[in-house]
């Protein structure tokens, strides 16, 4: 049996018999889902709170029927109380604002005039609802003055529904963008924190072996770029098969869950789609939101993604493990990587942050694209673009640099790690770091 | 092929640091060879190029005929002098796979370490860990997993640290008897008394140069100062060492004898042979101690670097 293939299957079993390896394995993903859950039911409770609004309206321009109860808000008319006297009423009393219409000459200077008190500063989506109607109310009112029928304008009224298409024929929607937008974030956002964990495991290995002083004894039977090598692919495959493990968990649990709680689930999916597109949902589909969600799915290319994934996890993985092995190398002990770990962790926030930031806004803008060629932000930018659809040269040429990036990149790294390793006492500095590059064997 | 290990010219360097400056030592096959200098000589960066830890910077190094390769690992058994082991991982497991990356089949480690186990009488830490093992314990785990794969040649780095009297004494055993089982053995020590006990040949590094080196025999010849000491019972004691002092150098003695004779140490000087001094001191009184003073290792150790410096 080679060397390489013995290290490897230490360093995995190391990694995987591990205590801390088996609990983040199964019970991450519960977690996962219990955080969901938790948020959905405090949504839900936070919903359901009615706000009682009352107005007072001396324009006398606005009746029942413009302020109509939602889900949320309920409305009572205490015109008839007055201004000041409502308002002590609302202080005293278990109300959430009221609101002032006054008499006015103009409709322009009522528009401007109108007041709105609370005992807490109410959120923005309140007002707004607020002034919608209003606003609502006050243009009516106004094409009433300049003589336009208001049954025409109703009637005029058209909903424009563009579908979209790519050349390859697919058709998109704005669900299916949603979609793609939080599938693509959670890959990212999943590769980078395995790429950090697996990463700084790497790293607390490589450390070991050094205050363990036993590398003395392995690097006296293999080179010290097998070790190195072997320590990186064995987390790595730890790493992977946590990914799979928990693939089968979530879709264990996403069968068992939607077999017991039905709509509930579809719900949940949903919530995790922006406002917007939960209304783009809601209009399309109506009641069969489950269908339509799932349609959309399955329509995303997963298999590619997968595939991606696998590839882009591995390559990303490669790239900065090989940097935390070195760093591991350099030092004696975990409270020294300070200094180093964050040159490491820059490009990798940045990637994520990038990816947020441009990519959900434009997916082939040309940042969005550069990044995606850098080896260092690749593989977190690259997983977010893909299920937009990245042409095949594209990713060829990103996959290709990060190959190259991660050859080269495991080739010096290890030409630290191998000095490192056998450097004990003092803390490097950058140039010594630099210096060890230089030394022969 | 009489040197098993032929180390030739060997330069390395760290940065402008010359570690080892033109090094050639040469091992004859089948003995313990004392690899001995101060600290900070040289002695882990030769005998890390010997592993193939590290590369030289020039010079060659052949094994048993061969220039050094990679393959050789597996016929070199290493043991530094910061020992180390996995702490949270099985005895057992941990040396069967320290075998293999020696290059031994799995089935094949297994037997080597049940029989170095039962000699060692520590079978039943198979499956304890090494972090609760005590250090001794760890110690004789770490020495079977640095001879277990029978390799041609040993580096043993301060062998007895760490050992108590009792252990130390097997491990020496069990050294010299690797040794007559034919392998060669390179033994690093500050300890010169084990160097006295344990080496055939030695070689001496001080400041990144080889000093000195050859056969101990040699060099304790090499280094003897032709004094002896003394003891002979006289009536006249002073007028004696009077009479000794015109033909000798003579020192104050730092021994001593059961009755009350006269001790000296006595250096012959050009022309005078031990003979001359016998037949001197039997001439006038009971000669009861005659013996030449042989430099011990400490003595040369210490000499040689002084005069290095």
Redesign the interface.
Known sequence: MSKLKLIIQREFIAKVRNKSFIMMTFLSPLLMIGMGALIYFLMQKNDEKIKKIVYVDTSEMFSKEDFKDSKTIHFLDYTALGAEETKKKVEEGNYYGALIIPKQDSLELLAKSIEFYSKDSPGMSLINSLENKIESKIRNKKLNNFGIDLDKIKASKINTDIKMFNFSGEESSKLINGLKIGVGAIAGYLLMMFVLIYGTSVMRSVIEEKTSRIIEIIVSSVKPFQLMLGKILGNASAGLLQFFIWGIILFVISIVASSVFGVDVVEMQTAKVPAEQMEAVKAAAGGDKMQLVIQEILKLPILKMFILFIFYFLGGFMLYSSLFAAVGAAVDNETDTQQFMMPIMLPLILGVYVGFAMVINDPHGSIAVLFSHIPFTSPIVMLMRVPFGVSWYELIISMALLLVTFVFMVWLTAKIYRVGILMYGKKPTYKDLYKWLKYKG | MKNLLEINNIVK???DFRALNDVSIHIPKGCVYGLLGPNGAGKTSLI?II???????SGAIILDGETLA?HH?AQ?G?L?E????????KVGEQAL??A???GLS?TEAKKRLKYWFEKFDISAWWNKKIEELSKGMAQKVQFI?TVMHNPKLLIFDEPFSGFDPINAQLIAKEILQLRDEGATIIFSTHRMESVEEMCDEIALIDKSNKILDGKLADIKREFRTHTFQVGLHTEKPKEVENILRESFEVFPSNFKLLNDSLTLNVKLTEGNSSNDLLSFLTSRGEVQHFVEVIPSANDIFIQAINKNS
């Open positions: 360097k760290y940065g890390r592993n193939q830890i590290t590369m030289p910077d990679p690992t070199i290493y530094p910061e020992r180390g082991l996995y702490k949270s991982m796979y320290l293999q990356l020696k799995k997993v």
